[in-house]
């Protein structure tokens, strides 16, 4: 009897530390985007001569090393934030920039397309170098972490297509960096924010769409509901055989040690599934 319960306890903490590590994953990654994650910075080479921390940036048309200011026009050669100091960073020449790629950054703004809020994606703007809030589709720098109106901003003039003075505020404001194509429609859904950050994360920045989130959360509970019962059923059933005829022991410990390489299989199979769903 006691080989057997050592079989069960051995099975047991397996698969529980098997489960656990998934989810500590899941839980640094979710603690890691909530938090706007560590900065990461790569140097590139420019030839703007005035560029200011936040400003945004975008490659040069047909090249892949150099940046210059972003607008409306480069929104589609979108990189991401001029930098002061992240955390992390990819060293280059010291003649270049530091353009911060990931992570949670103070972006340059303005509220030329309206006040923005905590939540709300930052998109390029008509004026180099400044991002707006994000009311159509289009390529965005981030999501913005504090809302405009709790940072210090500085007045401006600018002329509109018209040649109309407009008067703007601008300002430093903190994003979390992750430049992605945006839709307003991606707001209009039933899945909840930190799931949809969660899986965007393990999608590699991605949008990730609500079917396929919905899709890998029902994959996740089932396979965790068919390990649970096909313990449970295994555990059953070898304690009533050992009870039974106690002769049996050789058999269920074969049994057992079947159960627990089918089990971490299942587990297995499901974090691929749920992977392949949310990547592909």
């Known amino acids: 009897m006691l080989p057997v319960l050592h079989q069960i306890k051995w099975l047991l903490y397996?698969?529980?530390?098997?489960?656990?590590?998934?989810v500590v994953t899941l839980a640094e990654s979710r603690i890691a985007t909530a938090q706007g994650a560590a900065a990461i910075s790569?140097?590139?080479?420019?030839?703007?001569?005035?560029?200011?921390?936040?400003?945004?940036v975008s490659f040069e048309s047909g090249s892949q090393a150099v940046v210059q200011l972003a607008n409306n026009a480069r929104a589609n050669q979108l990189l991401g934030v001029v930098g002061d100091k992240p955390l992390v960073e990819i060293k280059g020449n010291d003649q270049e920039i530091k353009v911060i790629v990931?992570?949670?950054a103070p972006v340059l703004v303005s509220d030329i397309n309206g006040v923005?809020?905590?939540g709300d994606r930052i998109a390029t703007s008509p004026i180099d170098g400044v991002g707006m809030k994000a009311t159509t589709s289009s390529q965005v720098i981030g999501t913005a972490e504090t809302d405009f109106s709790n940072i210090s901003t500085v007045e401006k003039t600018i002329a509109d297509r018209s040649g109309k003075q407009q008067k703007i505020h601008t300002g430093l404001l903190s994003a979390s960096i992750n430049v992605t194509y945006y839709s307003p429609d991606e707001k209009k859904t039933f899945i909840p924010v930190f799931l949809q950050q969660l899986t965007s994360s393990i999608a590699g920045g991605r949008t990730v769409s609500p079917v396929r989130i919905l899709i890998a959360t029902t994959a996740l509970l089932m396979g965790f509901m068919s390990i649970g019962v096909l313990l449970y059923s295994s555990v059953r059933s070898s304690i009533i055989s050992i009870g039974r005829n106690p002769l049996s022991e050789r058999a269920v410990n074969k049994s057992l040690i079947e159960v627990g390489i089918t089990s971490i299989g299942i587990l297995l199979a499901m974090l691929i599934a749920i992977y392949l769903v949310l990547t592909i």
């Open 14 to 22: 397996s698969l529980l530390f098997a489960s656990m590590l998934f």
């Open 42 to 56: 790569q140097g590139f080479k420019t030839n703007e001569t005035n560029l200011a921390t936040g400003a945004l």
């Open 102 to 104: 990931s992570g949670s």
């Open 116 to 118: 923005i809020k905590s």
